[in-house]
């Protein structure tokens, strides 16, 4: 069955260092895989989503994600982070054009 | 700007209670999703619909059944709420427009059942 690990639950970072949060996923066929990002008290925004080609891919807010088959990976990036980046972030394996698996997130603390 | 409302930010029912929570969305989306979010649990999908009158269960339908009666709005039941059913509901609509398109969410309600 289909799964995504992150498995990092929260992970704290001083502002304007650089970012990486992990994201491995488990899944038989191409998988289709987005970065959703959670603001206090909001829905989810979507970062960025990887379907095929390029596998680096630029999203959103400065934040970059590359896919890598090989590690069953895709982990995002961002060089310099603000204190506004502080959120829940997740990372999501699209299943039969239908569904969307969800790892259990990563809390991200910034800290001056 | 897609947009996807849920009725209530924040509610509290009581143990027994039937309890509506409700979604609307306004870009005219095929698909439409209800999740529960728990700490270290992530998202669950609960119900999602593709066509109006139409449904299909998810990971986690059990104590819960939805209603489709119109493309733009799609609403949660808990029929009986208990205290286990405290958390985080996320509704979220997707277009079949474009392969492999995102899902908006809207911003949640947060359920306390005392």
């Known amino acids: 069955a289909q799964s995504v690990t992150q498995p990092d639950i929260h992970i704290t970072v001083s502002e304007g260092a650089s970012l990486e949060l992990r994201c491995n996923y488990s899944?038989?066929?191409?998988?289709?895989l987005f970065w959703y990002v959670q603001s206090p008290g909001q829905g989810l925004q979507l970062l960025l989503k990887y379907f095929s080609g390029d596998t680096l891919v630029q999203g959103i807010k400065g934040f970059e994600a590359e896919f890598k088959r090989s590690q069953s990976s895709f982990n995002l990036r961002k060089p310099s982070v603000h204190w506004s980046d502080a959120a829940e972030y997740f990372c999501a394996v699209l299943v039969g054009n239908e569904k969307l698996t969800f790892g259990t997130g990563t809390r991200l603390t910034i800290i001056p | 700007d897609v947009k996807v409302t849920q009725s209530s930010r924040y509610l509290v029912k009581r143990t027994g209670e039937k309890v509506f929570l409700e979604c609307v969305q306004d870009?005219?989306?095929?698909?439409m999703f209800w999740y529960r979010q728990d700490p270290g649990l992530g998202l669950r999908l609960i119900y999602f619909s593709y066509d109006v009158k139409m449904k299909e269960k998810g990971d986690i339908p059990e104590g819960y059944s939805v209603s489709r009666e119109k493309k733009e709005r799609f609403s949660l039941i808990l029929e009986s709420a208990s205290t286990n059913q405290t958390s985080m509901y996320l509704c979220?609509?997707?277009?079949?427009?474009?392969?492999?398109?995102?899902?908006?969410f809207g911003p949640g309600t947060r359920l306390t059942v005392l």
């Open positions: 979220a609509s997707r277009s079949d427009r474009a392969t492999y398109n995102e899902q908006f």
């Open positions: 899944y038989g066929a191409t998988p289709y």
């Open positions: 870009m005219d989306h095929e698909n």
